[in-house]
């Protein structure tokens, strides 16, 4: 179902995902309302109780084998988000309802402490974003991302974060202080430099400017923060690539690493309908480098891969010389895993 853009939200669409069970329609009953302008989209938080918080994965990066999503939905918006399909699960939209239609886990830190607090847990990164952005708005609000950070923090675990929100910066003494003892990787996700792009893009993460004053207060308080080029997008961001690694450069990053955008089943009609809304005259043309970049087809669009096409070829070059150039990714250091201690026994009587 088409709506007018919504001021601050990113999907032009509110269509179903291939997981909902049910199928809406937009139907004139005859009062001749169909057309009127729908209220607008409020943000809701509902409650879920998870049974566990941490889910693991087969990953080649081992900072991402294990992670933790204290959010479903994320009001950040951005369009190209691959987990808005995952809102399907909830017979929810993956459009504007994955922006408005939010789920928190207020036990996440309980839940968190009773998995570690297992003889047989095997201490390994927790990544805290790999799906939903830990730092959205709400969080604000809620704090849960602080309160799991709590917990590793006395537990000397060790974690990633993934953000697009300045947000970060609140819980720079829980960081600095797990930094001490290489226990901590940010990375801030900047897609490109361009405010008004960005605004479009991602209508409520922090803006490109806001993101990197955040990487450098994380740098400069010793917490290492690199940057995530992701996604890239070719023909509407691409040429921003070694512009972004730069500022990033210029803001302490040491790391950097680059996604291209995927499309998985029903984002495709998503994006395809933003691009045509916003950028109506390269929308054609991004498309269609996508497909090249994915196989030729649409169906190759979800895929992983970063593309085996002369144009993924010159972007991994054009990636690697610009790290190159500014002494980008040459310290890899894997966070500590012998420090873990299990939490502590007082904390565990607390849960009950
Ligand atoms: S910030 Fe991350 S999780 Fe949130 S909408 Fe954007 S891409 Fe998705």
Not at 80 to 101: I, M, Q, V, W
Not at 121 to 146: F, H, M, S, V
Not at 240 to 269: C, D, F, I, M, T
Request: glycine residues 6%; aromatic residues 8%.
């Amino acid at each position: 179902m088409k709506h007018e853009v919504a001021k601050g939200r990113g999907a032009t669409l509110q269509i179903e995902g291939r997981f909902e069970s049910v199928a809406r329609e937009r139907i004139d009953d005859g009062w001749g309302t169909a057309d009127e302008e729908l209220p607008p989209f409020k943000t809701t938080v509902t409650v879920e109780r998870a049974k566990s918080v941490i889910q693991r994965q087969d990953a080649s990066n081992p900072l991402f084998s294990q992670s933790l999503n204290a959010y479903r939905g994320c009001e950040h918006g951005c369009i190209y988000c691959f987990a808005r399909s995952s809102h399907g699960y909830l017979n929810l939209s993956l459009g504007l309802d994955f922006e408005t239609k939010l789920f928190a886990k207020p036990d996440a830190a309980k839940l968190l402490r009773a998995e570690l607090a297992k003889p047989s847990y095997r201490c390994a990164p927790i990544a805290l974003g790999t799906n939903t952005d830990p730092y959205q708005p709400i969080e604000r609000e809620w704090k849960i991302t602080r309160q799991v950070i709590e917990v590793l923090a006395e537990c000397k675990h060790p974690l990633s974060i993934v953000t697009k929100s300045a947000l970060v910066e609140r819980d720079l003494d829980l960081l600095a202080q797990l930094a001490q003892d290489n226990l901590v990787q940010v990375y801030i996700s900047v897609t490109t430099l361009d405010a008004e792009l960005a605004h479009k893009l991602e209508p409520r993460a922090s803006s490109p400017r806001r993101r990197l004053q955040a990487m450098r207060v994380l740098n400069e308080a010793g917490v290492p923060c690199g940057v995530l080029v992701a996604p890239v997008i070719s023909f509407l961001i691409d040429a921003e690539l070694e512009n972004v690694l730069q500022a990033a450069h210029e803001h302490g990053a040491r790391s950097a690493g680059y996604s291209l955008l995927r499309l998985p089943y029903e984002l495709k009609e998503l994006f395809e309908d933003w691009l045509a809304t916003h950028y109506p005259l390269k929308a054609a043309h991004v498309m269609n480098r996508l497909r090249e970049m994915r196989g030729g087809s649409d169906a190759g669009l979800g895929g992983y891969s970063r593309g085996n096409d002369q144009f993924s070829e010159l972007l991994a070059q054009r990636f690697q010389i610009a790290c190159g150039r500014l002494g980008l990714n040459l310290d890899d250091m894997p966070l500590d895993t012998g420090s873990f201690r299990p939490p502590s026994r007082a904390g565990q009587m607390a849960l009950f």
